[in-house]
């Protein structure tokens, strides 16, 4: 009988000297097979006691004992069990022998429950000689993780409520208990590729940081290079396989990413938005978009024209630019998956730094200095070029103009 419970209740319990009362000593089987009996002190007419999990298969002593000698003690005993329709067993074997001494046997999520160890000895042959004694030594022990996960993976610690579950987060197509199945998971080559694409693709900033230098936008080009630089390295760092390089911490590589990704498309709005009053968006970035169609109408009105006025600027400019930054956002939005991760995110690499080249406004031209020289000079003299983010003086509208 599969049983989970067993539960006596011993009553009418009366002795020759005391009717109403007897003291008598309840023993139940034992709990498991290395504990002692289950024992219950009964003083009074009745009592109960309950056996947890007891062992299955087997017979359950009861044993009711006085401290009284010659006196005799009426009771009676009603039993009662809990059975298991379905019993769960749960069955695993291990082998050790001399050219193999050591055996690891693990177990995934174990049931709350009572499990027990069997030792067997077995030989070849009919004769085991002087292998009737075998000394054995068990270990268990209980782990948040398969040996943490090993080099695919990644140990973590999920809470829900009042619930504390760990767990392997694999990586690379590797699945299993410890990340040690790899039936589907990605070629070295295959990694390798994701690596390079990701890298590589962020060089397509060169050509708007020698846009920005040709056309004195030093600030900005630093800024560009900035984010070269630490996006490359970041998805480096953040490489799911074994082709992986980090030079510094993984935090600091993704804040550095981050940081240089939204200050490049800050920087660059900035300086298509410029005006004597530019320095103000620094100080109120969230209503920048604001400032700048005020800026273009303004302009528009004060010329008598659309500004920019020349249509190459819209033609081979300012809609590439605008078409690219488009196509990149929803890339970024709507088609990049966990699949396809590689080829869209290297993709949105190369379309962002390609709406710079087309966006960054031209060479500033006929604009006086006021503080700070403008321009850069490649002379002894090194004059910075700061307009657009300091207030700068003009006394003569510019005009885009393609040459």
Same mark, same amino acid.
């Given at each position: ?117 069997? *030792?067997? !000895? =077995? ?7 002087? #292998?009737? /004694? &075998?000394? +054995? ?7 948040a993780c398969i040996e943490d996960c090993g080099t695919y993976g990644e140990c973590r610690l999920i809470r829900s409520f009042t619930y504390l579950y760990a767990s392997c987060s694999c990586k690379a197509g590797w699945s299993g208990w410890g990340c040690t199945d790899g039936s589907k998971a990605l070629s070295y080559s295959r990694q390798?590729?994701?690596? *390079?694409? !990701? =890298? ?7 050509? #708007?940081? /020698? &846009?920005? +230098? ?75 978009? +604001? ?113």
């Amino acid at each position: 009988m599969f049983t989970s419970s067993v539960s006596l209740w011993l009553t009418n319990c009366s002795s020759e000297e005391q009717s109403d009362s007897c003291s008598v000593v309840l023993r139940l089987g034992s709990r498991t097979l290395q504990e002692e009996p289950l024992l219950v002190s009964c003083s009074g007419t009745q009592c109960s006691a309950t056996l947890p999990n007891p062992p299955w298969d087997t017979w359950l002593q009861v044993v009711v004992e006085t401290n009284h000698s010659n006196r005799t003690v009426t009771f009676s005993i009603v039993s009662h069990y809990t059975g298991l329709l379905n019993p769960l067993f749960i069955t695993t074997y291990v082998r050790v022998n001399t050219s193999e001494p050591k055996a690891v046997l693990r177990l995934p999520y174990p049931q709350s429950a009572t499990w027990y160890l069997t *030792l067997q !000895l =077995t030989c070849n042959g009919t004769n085991c000689g002087n #292998a009737s /004694v &075998v000394s +054995v030594v068990p270990e268990v022990f209980v782990s948040a993780c398969i040996e943490d996960c090993g080099t695919y993976g990644e140990c973590r610690l999920i809470r829900s409520f009042t619930y504390l579950y760990a767990s392997c987060s694999c990586k690379a197509g590797w699945s299993g208990w410890g990340c040690t199945d790899g039936s589907k998971a990605l070629s070295y080559s295959r990694q390798l590729t994701a690596a *390079l694409m !990701l =890298t590589i693709s962020n060089l397509f900033f060169i050509p #708007a940081i /020698v &846009v920005a +230098v040709r056309r004195w936008y030093i600030t900005e080009a630093s800024v560009y290079l900035f984010t070269m630089f630490f996006s490359t390295f970041y998805h480096a760092c953040d490489q799911p396989g074994v082709a992986v390089m980090c030079i510094m911490d993984y935090d600091a590589l993704q804040y550095c990413d981050f940081l240089g990704s939204v200050c490049s498309i800050w920087v660059t709005i900035l300086c298509m938005a410029r005006s004597v009053f530019a320095w103000i968006c620094l100080c109120i970035l969230h209503r920048l978009h +604001v400032l700048v169609y005020f800026f273009q109408v303004y302009r528009g009105v004060k010329r008598h024209h659309c500004y920019p006025s020349s249509w190459r600027r819209w033609v081979f400019f300012l809609l590439p630019g605008a078409l690219c930054a488009l196509i990149a956002v929803s890339v970024f939005v709507f088609a990049q998956t966990e699949d396809n991760y590689y080829y869209t995110h290297s993709l949105w690499h190369i379309l962002v730094a390609g709406c710079v080249v087309f966006l960054l406004p031209p060479k500033e031209k006929h604009r006086e200095q006021s503080g700070w020289t403008q321009g850069f000079s490649w002379a002894w003299s090194w004059r910075p070029r700061v307009c657009g983010y300091t207030l700068c003086e003009s006394g003569k509208d510019e005009l885009y103009t393609v040459t």
